[in-house]
């Protein structure tokens, strides 16, 4: 990629361009800057890839919105993104993922946890009933957990 990652920018439109080419029409592919009120430097980019004093998620106030400052709805250099591009970084993701979904399987055989007294403050009996298959008779959803601590009534 040319670009650091923003929104709408030259990775997500080379993304969409591989994955939905149909659905991407470049005549319509805008560059745009946002608009932030400090020099350059003291936030990191959308993805903090420069591991920079401030994430950019910390910069409320300091830059402008993105309806304001980008009303096209890109931010960043749409017209760089080739189909191309994108082939590199989702092979990457995907063999990532692939891995990680392979190391968890190995730790955590289907049907399996970690144990539950070491993951949480909870006893395995009292998590029993939110481990099981969802919908299956007895179990719980997540969302039904009596909440622990300050201000509950546990």
Do not use: C
Not at 101 to 126: C, H, K, M, S, W
Not at 134 to 142: A, N
């Amino acid at each position: 990629m040319d670009t650091n990652f923003v929104h709408a920018d030259e990775s997500e439109t080379s993304l969409g361009l591989l994955l939905h080419p149909d659905m991407v029409d470049m005549d319509w592919a805008v560059d745009t800057e946002g608009k932030g009120y400090l020099p350059d430097g003291h936030f990191d980019k959308s993805v903090d890839p420069f591991v920079r004093p401030s994430r950019w998620s910390e910069g409320e106030g300091h830059f402008a919105i993105e309806i304001a400052a980008t009303p096209e709805g890109v931010v960043g250099k749409a017209t760089h993104g080739k189909a191309e591009k994108a082939k590199r970084p989702v092979a990457a993701i995907l063999k990532y993922l692939t891995l990680l979904n392979d190391q968890i399987l190995e730790a955590f055989p289907a049907g399996t946890v970690p144990p539950v007294e070491e993951v949480t403050l909870r006893t395995a009996a009292e998590m029993e009933p939110y481990l099981r298959e969802p919908l299956s008779e007895g179990w719980k959803p997540v969302y039904a957990l009596p909440r622990i601590g300050q201000g509950s009534n546990s």
